[in-house]
């Protein structure tokens, strides 16, 4: 069936460092979002990337959409303890909204 | 933007009693509502999708008899977990959707429920 795989499970960073979570879907996507949920919040949406190879940025975070669009990327530059949670890739296929396994950032001051 | 309501944030109730979660979209109608389960440190995990005035579409493994979802209005959603029992424990998430699947999802703040 459908999946959304996202690397790495976990990552460790120290505050400054880059970091970057990876989104693979097995089938095509409308379009992609990213979500963020603090530990023990709930999921905040971020952005939706719709057009095929779209790049956009917030500040520091950059959101890339595959050629294909059933890849994506999220880059953080110079992570700040604020950046600390997790982060989710999510998609439509169809009728269907997929999410991917995300990624757990940890920023070590 | 889109705020999502879900109540109680926090349950603890006995094992073999009846819980109901209630998701409300506070500030727009949703045409479609999800239901999910979070274990800690892992992705939310679909349970089953409504449609106000229909039956809820239920994933794969979800028992429909054990969780009820009621989807009576384009602003409610309610999920009751009956005959609970302490593997149900768990952080349950609802969120809400205007329009077609490609649409934003907002999301309600979560509700714990213990249950002991």
């Known amino acids: 069936g459908q999946q959304v795989m996202q690397i790495p499970q976990y990552q460790h960073v120290q505050e400054g460092e880059d970091f970057t979570t990876y989104c693979n879907s097995s089938?095509?996507?409308?379009?992609i979002q990213w979500y963020k949920q603090r530990p023990g919040g709930h999921p905040v949406f971020l952005i939706q990337?719709?057009?095929?190879?779209e790049v956009k940025k917030q500040k520091r975070l950059t959101f890339q959409f595959g050629e294909a669009k059933k890849n994506s990327s999220l880059h953080i530059t110079a992570t700040q303890t604020t950046d600390v949670g997790t982060y989710f890739c999510?998609?439509?296929?169809?009728?269907?909204?997929?999410f991917g396994t995300g990624t757990s950032l940890t920023v070590i001051p | 933007g889109a705020v999502v309501s879900q109540h109680p944030s926090r349950v603890i109730c006995k094992s073999g009693t009846s819980v109901k979660i209630e998701c409300r979209s506070l500030?727009?109608?949703?045409?479609?509502m999800f239901w999910y389960r979070q274990f800690p440190k892992q992705s939310l995990m679909l349970m089953a999708t409504?449609?106000?005035?229909?039956?809820?579409?239920?994933e794969q493994g979800v028992e429909k008899d054990k969780f009820l979802i009621n989807h009576a209005s384009l602003t409610l959603s309610t999920l009751t977990v009956t005959s609970a029992h302490p593997e149900d424990s768990s952080f349950y998430i609802c969120?809400?959707?205007?329009?077609?699947?490609?649409?934003?999802?907002?999301f309600g703040e979560g509700s714990w429920l213990t249950v002991v």
């Open positions: 409504s449609n106000e005035g229909s039956k809820a579409t239920y």
């Open positions: 990337l719709v057009k095929s190879g």
């Open positions: 089938t095509t996507l409308s379009n």
């Open positions: 999510a998609g439509p296929s169809g009728n269907q909204f997929y």
């Open positions: 969120s809400a959707q205007v329009g077609s699947p490609g649409n934003t999802i907002y």
């Open positions: 500030d727009f109608q949703a045409t479609t």
